[in-house]
């Protein structure tokens, strides 16, 4: 699907509009902006171009999340929701992305040894759902984080045990919740289940969360975490960049404390 070349991986797909503005959050806590049309169509086959290109991001810094921006999006949505990789959340004012200098604006103030690693848009009024690494998760209204400015360094989202890293953040609108709406959690080693959102009870934000995954020797720690309904597909990409699809409704919905089974 994609020639990463030597020493990269394929980490995103995003489906835009030629019209739509693309957001680049680095894992250093900067957000990006460039136009979709200034990147050119290539074959599936074809390298790329380096992201430089488009904008001025530093040689230490890598992308962690891109985002398709566009009036529709600004008509619908107040916030942008941030989450790194130790369990901080951030949510600020939608109006403070429209207007981002080509070498980028700081989005969140990060700790030394912490990385900005997911950005979604919001409501106002919807959940947030971290998962990480060991298995655990939590879920907590939005309300619950105030809104902050760009160089504000957010509030904790949820409490680690030692060793553990969030490894995914979903932004849950109360429509899908209600719905078939699920959570799609896949392993180290390529096990993976579907648990619907009903199962993952709304908490308090700061602590330390439920069961989402039996973590074995067997299954490797997780690897991410995403929301997901039937009519989707999963997309599964390897390191060497094979990629495989699942329908999602061919992947079993298990409960909150199970291991899965083999997607890949």
């Known amino acids: 699907?994609?020639?990463?070349?030597?020493?990269?991986?394929?980490?995103?797909?995003?489906?835009?509009?030629?019209?739509?503005n693309l957001l680049f959050f680095s894992d250093k806590g900067k957000v990006y902006q460039t136009n979709a049309y200034d990147i050119n169509d290539a074959s599936r086959e074809s390298k790329g171009k380096a992201i430089q290109n488009f904008i001025d991001i530093s040689s230490d810094e890598n992308i962690s999340v891109v985002l398709g921006y566009n009036k529709e999006i600004a008509k619908n949505k107040k916030y942008l929701i941030m989450a790194t990789r130790n369990g901080v959340i951030k949510k600020t004012e939608l109006t403070e992305f429209q207007n981002i200098r080509k070498n980028g604006l700081l989005s969140i103030k990060l700790e030394k040894d912490d990385l900005l690693k997911w950005a979604d848009f919001s409501s106002g009024d919807d959940s947030v759902c971290l998962v990480t690494e060991q298995g655990?998760?939590?879920?907590?209204?939005?309300?619950?984080?105030?809104?902050?400015?760009?160089?504000?360094?957010?509030?904790?989202?949820?409490?680690?045990?030692?060793?553990?890293?969030?490894?995914?953040?979903?932004?849950?609108?109360k429509n899908v919740a209600k719905t078939s709406g699920a959570i799609v959690s896949l392993s180290q080693f390529g096990f993976g289940k579907k648990t619907l959102i009903k199962e993952?009870?709304?908490?308090?934000?700061?602590?330390?969360?439920?069961?989402?995954?039996?973590?074995?020797?067997?299954?490797?720690?997780l690897v991410a975490?995403?929301?997901?309904?039937?009519?989707?597909?999963?997309?599964?990409?390897?390191?060497?960049g094979l990629?495989?699809?699942?329908?999602?409704?061919?992947?079993?919905?298990?409960?909150?404390?199970?291991q899965g089974v083999k997607i890949m």
């Open 243 to 258: 990629i495989l699809q699942t329908e999602l409704q061919d992947i079993p919905c298990l409960s909150r404390t199970t």
């Open 200 to 221: 993952y009870r709304l908490q308090k934000r700061g602590g330390t969360g439920i069961k989402n995954f039996k973590i074995t020797t067997k299954t490797g720690l």
């Open 136 to 173: 655990q998760s939590i879920m907590f209204s939005e309300k619950d984080v105030r809104s902050m400015g760009r160089s504000s360094s957010g509030v904790t989202g949820i409490k680690l045990s030692k060793g553990d890293k969030v490894v995914g953040m979903m932004v849950i609108n």
């Open 1 to 20: 699907a994609y020639n990463a070349g030597e020493n990269d991986l394929l980490e995103h797909i995003l489906n835009v509009s030629t019209k739509d």
């Open 225 to 240: 975490s995403k929301l997901a309904t039937n009519e989707e597909i999963l997309v599964n990409i390897s390191k060497k």
